[in-house]
């Protein structure tokens, strides 16, 4: 304990200093509490009554002086329907003072409008010494494109990372293809069969459909009568056409409606020549009219809803990945048997913006699997006030748990929520719960992000410090790595890092799907001599591979190549001839399309070439993240996404986690270390994913992307880690600890520290973050020095805080 706050505490005296000044800016009655001390002496918080504080304090920080220990000060964003929370007279004057939307960094006082997203302060290098900038986490823009828009909590969507297909889903207009056609027609694939969906003709008169669809070259045709359709809460129809293999897409699929007799008898009439000739009978839609070119009835060409602005023109039927499945692909039959009866060390999913879940789907889900029911322990908010358990407001969460607490059955597990108005409500604030407090659990799976580019350096910094923290606790925290190709957090076709997963102190998990295209001999006609290809496998997933999110993969606009990656990435660079790739089968990607958006760099856009040696890639690894059945207010939905994937390789840890504590040895913190290096030595530890790409977004298939090949690559990381291979491999001692042998294994949960007294934050909070002075230098024997979140060199010489 003493070692780390030599290394990376700061002395009382500057840490009063910066809590002297935090209440020097507000009146007596806008403080509700003296400052709380957190990580380690190095920084301070302050509750405070009136939220309006907040908003003048980046105004009092470009005219008073601060203490120049200070490097960072963040603020919460402002609360929904803030000043309705006043007196009438009260409201009227919160109205006319209200705090909103400022992306003016010279004063405070300028025009803005919209809402509040909260203060991020740092000092600048200018001559001045206490020159600060204050900006406002809210739009992200490359260009003529904006990327992000919107203070997060009204923009919530950008940092969920799981998506669901259901009825409900597929025909969002949002997220549907557009058709000339008004009949309404959806499909969602499902395990051999397909469901036909619609919401347009419940309520009308219609006799039949014609269904004609190609699978495997071969067509078939379909008649489904009215009353073959049942109805779903008495605004969508629906029906399941069976008889399609899995994992092969089913293609030109067109609807026809027959609404009267009449045109039903004449459709089946044609039966006998669709059977002569596929091709000239059945459903021919001709989809610039919306009618059939046999009958002239009303027509409909589906298409898939995902990628929903340019959809693939296939469905692919697959199998829910369901526990034994996930078991299966992980490589995890002596999971049982890890352990070998100690009881299974603790586990958390961190949630933000109100996520919420239900204890009796929790329970409900682990009975279906025949497991004994363990509910969640809670830490902080379960959801919003008044809004119930529904797919929006509980999909994201339950998809974490329900995962989690299934695979690795009888484990602690804890519902980790931070209030979305706690510092910047966010990931800073998580870390500074975690770090504050005295045990928390070894394995945390974060299913949200946001991007790196959104925030300056300084902030970056300082939440590796705490990522840096957690690791030398003990503590592993996976990453989700995002749902959007290479756009992390944005549906838009540009290179956007994540703000946690690019982080060095955090093992990112990238998604996977099944297909039968995953050898690379399958979808080669060269190989044909080695026999049909019938086993699966797993490929990156992506939209443009029939599922509903494509796997994230990028490199770091901050972070230095930590040493642990460094030999894999060279490899993966030297081996590929393209690194991004065309994705439309060419190679190389033009110059002028691979470029990172980096406002806080002073540059228009950083350019990808040169990050690739230079910064932190991701993902580290892989898991499944397709089609997982998930029980939300007591109906199973179907989800795809990392963070279906970030989750499962949690409970992967968790188990090892429980087999070095059965072995006396001390849990495995910040895994890349170990697995980069298991990776080396022994690669059958994990299934080498080598096809599919990330150059699709939820919404578009993107010109580029990185492909998936031999070893570690951008897509899929290092591959599916094996549990029973790893578990043969387990280090002798934590992965930080055979780094630094002083770091001892009796300490590893030594280094909490004690929480207040009855302390409970309050709804708004000041973050004071404070620099690592002359004076504390990290100690000899901890070479701690090597461990402080590092700046790449690359960009040391751009107009940024702290790159020195």
Known sequence: QDELEAAVGVPPAAAQAAASWLRSTFTVSEVLKDPHIVSHRDAVTLDVSDFSATYRLGSALQHEEAPPVMELLVTPPMPPDYCHSFSEKGEALCASKQPCRWNNTSSANGSCTGDFAGWICWPTQADAPFAWRCYEPANLSAGNQTLISGPWPQSTKRRRRGRRLDIESSQDPETSATSLSTLGFSIIPLSEGLILANMNLVNRSWQSVEVSFRQNAAYQTLTLQRADFSTLGNHALFTRMESVANLRPVDRVMVCLNAEESAFL??????????????????????????????????????????????????????????????????????????????????????????????????????????????????????????????????????????????????????????????DGFMLAYTLQVNDHPEPPLVHSISWGDAEALYPPAFVKRLDYELMKMALRGITTLIASGDNGISSTSAKCAFVPDLAGSSPWVTTVGATQPSLEAAPFCSSGEFGFL???????????????????????????????????????????????????????????????????????????????????????????????????????????????????????????????????????????????????????????????????????????????????????????????????????????????????????????????????GLQISWTTFLAALTVTAGTAASSALALARLRPQISPRFRAARSPLLQ
């Open 266 to 423: 004449a459709a089946a009439s044609l039966s006998s020549e669709w059977t002569r000739n596929p091709l000239s009978a059945g459903c021919r839609c001709n989809e610039s009219l919306g009618k059939d070119d046999l009958l002239g009835r009303p027509c409909q060409v589906l298409r898939s809803t995902s990628p929903s602005k340019t959809p693939v023109d296939f469905f692919l039927p697959r199998a829910a990945q369901t526990l034994s499945a996930l078991q299966n692909d992980m490589g995890m039959s002596r999971a049982s048997r890890a352990g070998g009866g100690t009881p299974l060390t603790a586990q958390a999913v961190a949630e933000f913006i109100w996520e919420d879940f239900s204890q009796n789907d929790t329970v409900n889900m682990q009975q279906a699997y025949g497991q004994l029911p363990r509910k969640a322990v809670l830490q902080g908010p379960n959801g919003k006030a008044g809004e119930g358990v529904n797919v929006d407001s509980a999909g994201e969460g339950s998809l974490d748990l329900q995962v989690i607490t299934t695979l690795a059955s009888g484990s602690p597990t804890t519902w980790w929520s931070v209030n979305p108005y706690t510092v």
């Open 531 to 757: 026999g049909s290809c019938e086993e699966r496998g797993q490929v990156t997933c992506s939209t443009t591979a029939g599922a509903i999110i494509t796997s994230s993969g990028y490199w770091s606009i901050y972070r230095s190549q930590p040493d642990y990656q460094s030999e894999a990435i060279a490899e993966y660079l030297q081996a590929n001839e393209c690194n991004p790739c065309r994705t439309d089968g060419s190679h190389a990607a033009s110059e002028k399309d691979p470029w990172a958006a980096c406002p806080h760099l002073e540059q228009q856009h950083c350019n990808l070439a040169s990050l690739f040696r230079a910064t932190r890639a991701s993902p580290d690894v892989s898991a499944p993240g397709s089609h997982f059945p998930v029980m939300v207010n007591g109906s199973v939905r179907l989800f795809d996404g990392t963070s279906a994937s970030s989750p499962a390789f949690g409970a992967m840890v968790t188990l090892l986690n429980t087999e070095q504590l059965r072995r006396g040895k001390p849990p495995l913190g910040l895994l890349n270390p170990w697995l980069y290096s298991t990776h080396k030595r022994h690669p059958e530890a994990f299934v080498d994913v080598v096809a599919g790409d990330n150059g699709a977004t939820e919404e578009r298939t993107c010109p580029w992307g990185f492909r998936a090949s031999p070893g570690w690559d951008a897509a899929t990381g290092l591959g599916v880690p094996l549990f029973d291979v790893l578990l043969a491999h387990l280090p002798a001692g934590a992965a930080a600890q055979s780094q630094h042998a002083n770091l001892s294994s009796a300490k590893f949960s030594a280094f909490a520290v004690q929480p207040h007294s």
